[in-house]
């Protein structure tokens, strides 16, 4: 099924509901709701018609704007049981005065911190990205530290919904594991950027024990996403029995070792090879002989 089949679809009308409570609360026009997920208003009424599905990237982008989460709008509630495992903390962001305001802040505090570095980044920088007073940054985000930690959540909660969007659709979970690998590829500016976040967030958490419960709290979610998705693949007999735990300590792991290599510019390291390398462990090591010929095919289709 394509992300512009024409034929209804009921089964997504909770969706459609959830998605025109968003755009009904938000501030402007329906064409501009549009413009800003980068979505046509025609392809938009389509989708909220049910003659056009939202695509993943789109679903992420309406979470987004309205802040609420990819899970809501799919199931209905920020912590229905699903694909991904929930953030403990803030899954949707909490409701602030300022709205789009302190959204701009927030989008322009991420993408400087991780392009520059936390350390290189002044109040004054953004006050200048957003157009703003640096008065209007303190407002929001009253010290530098908290716009580190703000721009953590934010990269946890995009990766949440992101996961969400992505996988919901996904039952076999051979294939959702290969597809959770290629949205941790630090391939595309965006997940650089998520990866250079972290980078920063690993270092700060080791030189200052007050950083280690939000990170601590972030990386559990990656963790438990991993571990839920090996246990569903044991119960459906596409992965080895074993212990999901451990599998989920060295994988999680390995992703996070060759991500640094990539992100560090690492001679030999690369987008592809990480994803050989990870595709490699998931054959011998998470589906071993329980796959048998299927557990060659990754989760674009093609055999490599």
Same mark, same amino acid.
């Given at each position: ?84 495992? &929930? ?39 953004? &006050? ?36 969400? &969007? ?139």
């Amino acid at each position: 099924m394509t992300a512009e089949h024409t034929s209804a679809d009921p089964g997504s009308d909770a969706l459609r509901a959830r998605v025109r409570e968003v755009v009904a609360g938000y501030p402007h026009s329906h064409r501009a709701f549009a413009d800003r997920i980068g979505l046509d208003a025609t392809k938009l009424s389509k989708s909220l018609n049910g003659v056009r599905r939202f695509t993943p990237a789109e679903l992420t982008r309406i979470a987004e704007l309205g802040q609420v989460t990819v899970n809501w709008l799919i199931n209905g509630r920020d912590d229905a049981d699903t694909v991904a495992a &929930a953030p403990r903390r803030a899954a949707r962001p909490a409701q602030r005065s300022g709205g789009d305001r302190y959204q701009q802040i927030l989008d322009a505090a991420w993408e400087l911190i991780a392009e520059r570095g936390y350390h290189a980044v002044r109040v004054a920088d953004i &006050a200048e990205a957003c157009g703003m007073s640096a008065a209007a940054i303190h407002y929001h985000f009253p010290g530098r530290d908290d716009l580190l930690t703000e721009a953590l959540r934010h990269s946890v909660r995009q990766a949440f919904d992101r996961q969400v &969007a992505e996988l919901h659709s996904i039952e076999d979970a051979h294939q959702r594991l290969l597809r959770l690998v290629e949205l941790q590829l630090p391939g595309s500016p965006e997940l650089r950027r998520e990866w250079s976040i972290w980078l920063q967030v690993w270092n700060e958490s080791a030189l200052r024990p007050e950083l280690r419960g939000l990170h601590g709290d972030s990386y559990t979610r990656w963790h438990d996403t991993i571990a839920r998705t090996l246990r569903q693949g044991q119960r459906q007999g596409v992965f080895a029995e074993g212990d999901a735990e451990e599998l989920a300590v060295r994988l999680t792991a390995l992703i996070d070792g060759l991500g640094i290599g990539v992100l560090t510019g690492r001679p030999g390291r690369s987008v592809e090879r990480m994803r050989r390398v990870l595709h490699d462990f998931i054959s011998h090591d998470v589906v071993g002989n329980a796959g048998g010929a299927a557990g060659d095919e990754p989760a674009d289709g093609h055999r490599r």
